[in-house]
T-cell receptor
Framework: AQSVTQPDIHITVSEGASLELRCNYSYGATPYLFWYVQSPGQGLQLLLK??????LVQGIKGFEAEFKRSQSSFNLRKPSVHWSDAAEYFC??????????????FGKGTTLSVSS | NAGVTQTPKFRVLKTGQSMTLLCAQDMNHEYMYWYRQDPGMGLRLIHY???????AKGEVPDGYNVSRLKKQNFLLGLESAAPSQTSVYFCASSYQGQTRRYEQYFGPGTRLTVT
């Protein structure tokens, strides 16, 4: 079954430090992979996506993610975290479970706190 | 462009009451979705629609009904609300197409409490 695992429920990072959020997926074919961010009380905003090609993808707000097929991973990184990055982050895979493969399957999320 | 809008933003219901959540999008998207978000559970798909007049069940459809009478609107109904339906509900929409259908645009959410 298609699934997404985010092993870390909560991470705290010092402002200015680097960040890596982990995401592992289970999917039989070449996956479509996404990272979304949700600020408190807000909807979800797409950070970046991977469909094919270059395995290192750049997103908004200085984020990047690397697709590693051998590890079934799509980890999100940022070289220097800002206090405004504190939010909840969701990894998602484009599933084919439903008609025409339209739905996203989400991980349970990682909450990022930024300390000063 | 307003994008995806949801009405209402907040609502408190008593057990057994009914209500309808409205989602509207002005991007001419073919596909629309309703998700619920619960703490520690991520987002789970309730129902979705691949076009006007069509709807289908997602992962957690029980207790909900939907309708897509107009392309731009997707309604989520709770006929008899239960405390287990206390959640934050998100609507999303996307274009059709091999990859574009996965680029989903989300509304701001509706926070529903059932007492």
């Amino acid at each position: 079954a298609q699934s997404v695992t985010q092993p870390d429920i909560h991470i705290t990072v010092s402002e200015g430090a680097s960040l890596e959020l982990r995401c592992n997926y289970s999917y039989g074919a070449t996956p479509y992979l996404f990272w979304y961010v949700q600020s408190p009380g807000q909807g979800l905003q797409l950070l970046l996506k991977y469909f094919s090609g270059d395995t290192l993808v750049q997103g908004i707000k200085g984020f990047e993610a690397e697709f590693k097929r051998s590890q079934s991973s799509f980890n999100l990184r940022k070289p220097s975290v800002h206090w405004s990055d504190a939010a909840e982050y969701f990894c998602a895979v484009g599933g084919t479970k439903y008609q025409a493969g339209t739905a996203l399957i989400f991980g349970k999320g990682t909450t990022l706190s930024v300390s000063s | 462009n307003a994008g995806v809008t949801q009405t209402p933003k907040f609502r408190v219901l008593k057990t057994g009451q009914s209500m309808t959540l409205l989602c509207a999008q002005d991007m001419n998207h073919e596909y629309m979705y309703w998700y619920r978000q619960d703490p520690g559970m991520g987002l789970r798909l309730i129902h979705y629609s691949v076009g006007e007049g069509t709807t289908a069940k997602g992962e957690v459809p029980d207790g909900y009904n939907v309708s897509r009478l107009k392309k731009q609107n997707f309604l989520l109904g709770l006929e008899s609300a239960a405390p287990s339906q206390t959640s934050v509900y998100f609507c999303a929409s996307s274009y059709q197409g091999q990859t574009r259908r996965y680029e989903q645009y989300f509304g701001p959410g509706t926070r529903l409490t059932v007492t």
